[in-house]
Each structure stands twice: as C-alpha cells, then as structure tokens.
C-alpha cells in the first residue's frame, strides 16, 4: 500500500521555540486497502501505514475518532475492512511525546542563581511526566521557566518528592551544576531535614534503620525488607509535641515530629514511621488515617542544606508549613522546625 503525507510531521518534543500550549497541526496519512488488506483488522493493517506508532497507540486514535473509512468514521480497532476502501488517518502524537513541553505555571523559587534553583514544591503536583501525568508536571514548569533545561537530564532535577509531599527539591540549571549535585545526593552531602504529623504518642527521639524494597504484593508501595535483601535507609525522628485529636467517638494522639534523612529513598519516612507505628496523618496508603482536615500525608521538606557547587558555599534553605499542614500543626499545639 502506498501512503499519501499531509501536513508538517510530528511534533519534535525539544523542540519548544513556538508558543507555550500552542497546537499541532497534526500528521493525516491516507491509504487504499489492496488485495491483501482485505478483511484484516482495521488496527492492524494500520501499522502497515504508519508503523512509527504502537498498536496500542494507534487503538487509541481509531477509539479517538481520528480514522475514517470512505470518509465515515471508524471507532472500533476490529473494524474488518474491505479491499479498495480509502483509510485516512489523523497521527495525533503519543502522550509521551509531549511530556517535556514548557507549560507556565506558577512556582514558588526560594533560591536562584545561574547554577541553580530551590523550588518549593505545593503538594499535588507530580514532579516527572509518566503514565497518567504527562503533562502539568513541576518538569513542565521548569521548563517554561528555564527552556535551557530542555538539554539537561530530566530537566535538571536531581531528586524528587512524592506528589502529595510539599516542600523544597533542588534543581540544576547546568551539566556542571547537575553532576555535581547528583554526586553530592548519592555521597549523602546533601542534608535533608522534614516535618510531619503521625499517629500516636511519640515523646522521645528514636532512629529507624530498616532497608527497604518493593512491597511484593503492591507494586505502588515500599515496605520493610528482610535483611540483605533491600537498601540500606536510615531515619532519625525527634519529637516536637503531641496533641489529642477528637475522632468522634474517641481521642487519639498525634504526634508533631522531625525526620531527619541518611538515606532517600522512595516513601522512605513514610514507610520507617508506618514500621515504628506511626503512620503519617492522611497517609492512606500506609494505613495513616485523615483527620485535622488533612486529605493528603502530613508530611514537608522542610529545610535543605548543601555545597554550593560553583562557589563551594554551605547553602541552607527552609520553606514553611503550607496553609493545610500549618492549620493542622496549630490545632495539636506543637512546635516549629528548631534551629
């Protein structure tokens, strides 16, 4: 089958010199089903015309609408089609595609320089494009603030926070500033300091240090491994005051506390408190229930200190509390991030 080529081609996704949000005109591709065509699966024989494209990928734009037949749309990938039939196309790109596109958006930097920037991230926003979040991501947003990063490693940043997590994450502006911060979080230079709310009485400091890995039941959770069998992760915890919370039909106890990382790993504090029988407030996931107003975990980077790496400087940073997590601290009385 010989394919006719409409319009400008795909979206180049570094390419990022046109407006912000702009349309593309998409790719059509049209086509007449030969002899061999005939009866085959209308999802099928379109990998014949456009074989750049997955299967699933091309489902989904016949589920779309963007396929007709004969100039009538097409909305079944099993459609059979008939010898001698015209098939058009619209090649709307993947959703992958399009994830490192600027998007502006509104961030809050507490630090910036040529080297580099702090963010403090608003809970709720996904850090990197993946399936469900390919765009509106904090990636996104760097990049419509610094359309350098587009050559940079995942756009500069070089350690990330969980989505409902608030708080301060480092990003590089350059390769220079990027290797040398990457080397710094693997060296554990970089100090990273976190408050938060859990369940229970907890008045005295105590350190969690369990390895973690995949949970093998859930792959959307972290949990404690048996010895030699995950990595390394360490978390000291230090009390900041303890408040009652009015849950109907009783009180119960919650503890203001600050964690303080010798490791970063995924849902680290989260799964070290749930461990020690603390789950966060609100942390659904690790059996933390809500209260005090709280819909997502009771957690915040709070403070980060580390080597500046073009001046070599100790820069230390602190982010408040975020309204939700300031309201909820205030009503169990406890204590600020001390000095």
């Known amino acids: 089958m ?25 790719e059509r591709r049209v086509a007449d089903v030969d002899a061999a065509g005939h009866g085959e699966r209308l999802d099928r024989w ?30 079944k ?16 790109p993947t959703d992958e595609s399009r994830a490192f596109r600027a998007e502006a958006m509104a961030l809050d930097f ?16 996904v ?15 760097l990049l419509a603030h610094h359309p350098a990063a587009a050559g940079l490693p995942r756009a500069g940043i070089v350690h990330r926070l969980d989505k409902d997590t608030s708080g301060l994450m480092i990003v590089g502006k350059t390769l220079a500033a990027v290797t040398a911060l990457s ?16 369940w229970g009485r907890a008045d005295e400091a105590f ?38 919370v009015d849950m109907s039909v009783q009180t119960r106890p919650v503890s203001a506390v600050h964690c303080v990382l010798h490791s970063g790993r995924t849902h680290q504090i989260r799964v070290h408190l749930m461990h020690s029988g603390h789950p966060l407030v609100a942390d ?13 975990q009771a957690l915040h980077a709070a403070r980060l200190s580390f080597t500046h790496p073009a001046t070599g400087e100790t820069l230390t940073l602190s982010a408040p509390l975020p309204a939700d997590l300031a309201s909820a601290w205030r009503e169990i009385g406890a204590a600020g991030l001390p000095d």
């Open 2 to 26: 010989d394919a006719e080529y409409r319009s400008g081609g795909l979206h180049d996704p570094e390419d990022e010199t046109g407006d912000i949000g702009a349309e593309d005109s998409p």
């Open 46 to 75: 379109l990998t014949g015309i456009a074989p750049e494209f997955s299967r699933n990928h091309l489902q989904v734009l016949i589920e779309r609408g963007c396929v007709t037949a004969d100039g009538k749309p097409v909305a």
């Open 77 to 92: 990938p099993a459609h059979k089609l008939r010898a001698g039939q015209r098939v058009e196309v619209e090649l709307q």
């Open 110 to 125: 507490v630090f910036e320089d040529e080297h580099l920037l702090v963010v403090n991230k608003p809970a709720g926003l």
């Open 127 to 141: 850090v990197h494009p993946a399936a469900g979040n390919w765009s509106g991501t904090l990636m996104n947003g």
């Open 183 to 198: 080397r710094q979080i693997a060296a554990r230079e970089v100090h990273r300091e976190y408050l938060a709310l859990a």
């Open 207 to 244: 350190v969690v240090e369990q390895p973690l890995r995949r949970d093998p039941i859930s792959r959307v959770k972290m949990a404690v491994a048996p010895a030699n069998m995950g990595k390394p992760a360490r978390t000291d915890v230090f009390p900041l005051g303890v408040g009652e």
């Open 284 to 296: 659904t996931l690790y059996g933390g229930v809500q209260a005090l107003g709280l819909v997502r």
